[in-house]
């Protein structure tokens, strides 16, 4: 089977189910796992450039709706000598990838009987949900009931440690994650989620549905004993260099949060953004930061920088 992704969490998930080989086409986002770099390229960038600061990326994508129009353009000449038989895609948003319309339009001018998916998770089961129906799309039924299997046991693993903590007295930690910080947004989606199923829990966040923007006054006012900076498609040594050059508030250094050292840049691109088998391991990036003696070592390399004033840069 030939399959196009035009997500980078359905790439994701393609390569995790052993298919990395007959995925011949994907975004210009898909940059995990490296294997995908080999992968011909489908889409492009209309205008700014991954250097860009937030408030330049979230202007664009401000634009980008008020216009009705996506930042991504989708290379049709590509797309037609792919010559795919499965398009893997998503149609809630048309601004932050490649609208659904366009990506229909482009099949009905190709030549041939091609199936396109789209993916629409909003929770930790709707991902695992994903996987399955990709495996069942790409004739990998048996791959995605293993995978799906192995994730849902490191879950339970991660959750049963989580139980054994709260027992032994550890309190949930009262936290905020802000998916965008320029302006900040509140985590929504499976985010929240992951707090909770690591023990944590999120204040502004609400599981399940989109995260919203909102204001440094409304972080002031839950005043969280930990602070997730995640915007989505940063990694963590992005995402410490935005909160560095980002204008922060006068009173920021009196936030809960900031006064204890317990402000973090994640890797959100990696790890809370993307509905893949990659949440797994936020999960436990947040078991750790909740509770560093409950869980050692169980965060990704390189996924979390603490940030702030307590650790000048």
């Known amino acids: 089977m030939r399959i196009v992704s035009l997500l980078p969490s359905a790439t994701e998930i393609v390569f995790a189910l052993g298919l990395g080989d007959e995925l011949v086409g994907r975004t210009h986002e898909c940059d995990f796992p490296p294997e995908a770099a080999a992968v011909p390229l489908m889409t492009a960038d209309v205008g700014g450039g991954p250097s860009d600061s937030s408030r330049a990326i979230h202007e664009r994508v401000a634009g980008a709706l008020h216009g009705g129009s996506s930042i991504y353009r989708l290379d049709t000449a590509a797309l037609a000598e792919a010559r795919p038989d499965l398009i893997l895609t998503q149609e809630l948003c048309d601004v932050c990838a490649v609208s659904y319309r366009e990506v229909t339009d482009a099949v009905r001018a190709i030549d041939g009987d091609i199936a396109v998916v789209s993916l629409e998770p909003s929770s930790i089961e709707g991902i695992l949900n994903t996987i399955s129906t990709i495996g069942a799309m790409a004739e990998a039924e048996d791959e995605a009931i293993g995978l799906v299997e192995i994730l849902r046991e490191r879950l339970g693993a991660i959750e049963n440690r989580v139980l054994d903590r709260r027992l032994a007295g550890v309190r949930p930690r009262r936290v905020v994650c802000l998916e965008w910080l320029d302006p900040p947004f509140a985590a929504g989606h499976w985010v929240p989620e992951q ?5 944590g829990w999120e204040l502004l966040g609400r599981e399940g549905e989109r ?94 920088i603490p940030v702030g004033p307590a650790y000048p840069r």
């Open 211 to 304: 995260s919203i923007e909102t204001t440094w006054d409304a972080v002031r006012d839950v005043d969280p004993e930990q602070l997730m900076l995640m915007p989505c498609g940063f990694d963590a040594k992005r995402t410490a260099a935005e909160f560095d050059a980002m204008l922060r508030p006068t009173w920021f250094d009196e936030l809960r949060a900031v006064s204890r050292g317990e402000v973090f840049a994640l890797d959100g691109s990696g790890y809370f953004s993307r509905p893949g088998p990659r949440v797994i391991d936020g999960i436990a990036l947040l078991a750790e930061l909740f509770d560093p003696e409950g869980f050692v070592d169980v965060a990704p390399p390189d996924a979390w």
């Open 195 to 199: 707090v909770r199923r690591a023990g």
